[in-house]
């Protein structure tokens, strides 16, 4: 069964509506390399056809760009039914680990060396599908005019063929669209973190053809455990047969018909149950009590 689809911003690419979030598979605490591809082939077979990572996904930058690499294996060894030509790697850059440490450098010299590195680290033979700037200016260093030049420069020679930005404003967003054409958002979104439902974001990408990839949909490790323990989440989820973690998946995906989850997993029961959700539709009775409810 094919999954639902929509198409990437403005092309006629289709994407399924659920990704695979693929972090946990490349920092610490990281399954073995062979569990991970594991993962990702099981992915593969469950139809998903979009996979995000970034060059920052590893434990310091001696292991820079572990992520990408692990996905150019993982497609590279694929032997299942799916067309790994219509896979999405959504890839990232513009953040440092030094000593394992999180670091947003969006130097355009460092940026035009990652976005090669990038290229190279997926098999250096076709334009990185989509490439996201990893953070938004977190001080007046550079302009978003200055740190997009690169970004201008790596769709012109085919390193990239199309560009997202992530942790962005409507009003940086805006600018950006000014500089380069985007074609998606890729944005904190769940029921702790509500932001871009509030600040424009997420309806500025419905009104702008953008899709809105929403990460970390469970609200990170520290959040993620205590979403079994909601009553709400708990009675929902009786109601509707699967688990607490469809629910808000669910949830998410009436937010609106652009947004994009890309749920973590590390292992494959975490993304067969993720896809579960794409069946689940909410009364909008659910949705409001989720809307109201204050989740902490």
Partial sequence: MELPTINLGHTNVKMTRIGLGSMPLSINGRPTREEAINVIHRTLDLGITLID?????????????????????????????????????????????????????????????????????????????????????????????????????????????????SNFTVEQIKEVQTYVKIQSVQNVFNIFYRDSENNGVLKYCEDNNLTFIAYSPMGGRRKHKKLKQNKLLLNLSEKYHCSPYCIILAWILSKSKCIVPIPGASKITSIEDSVKALYIHLDQNDIELINNHKFT
């Avoid at 355009?108 to 590195?117: G, M």
């Avoid at 390193?159 to 930005?165: E, K, M, P």
């Fill in 53 to 165: 990572t970034a060059d920052a996904y590893c434990l310091d930058e001696n292991d820079k760009n572990y992520g990408e690499v692990l996905i150019y294996q993982a497609l590279q060894t694929y032997q299942g039914s799916a067309n790994i030509n219509n896979i999405i790697i959504a890839t990232k850059g513009g953040i440092i680990r030094p000593g394992g440490a999180w670091e947003t450098d969006l130097n355009p010299s460092r940026l035009r060396q990652a976005i090669r590195k990038s290229y190279e680290s997926l098999g250096g033979q076709k334009p990185i599908p989509l490439w996201q700037i990893h953070n938004s200016p977190q001080d007046n260093k550079y302009t978003l005019k200055e740190i997009f030049q690169p970004i201008c420069e790596a769709i012109e020679l085919k390193l990239i063929q199309y560009v997202g930005v």
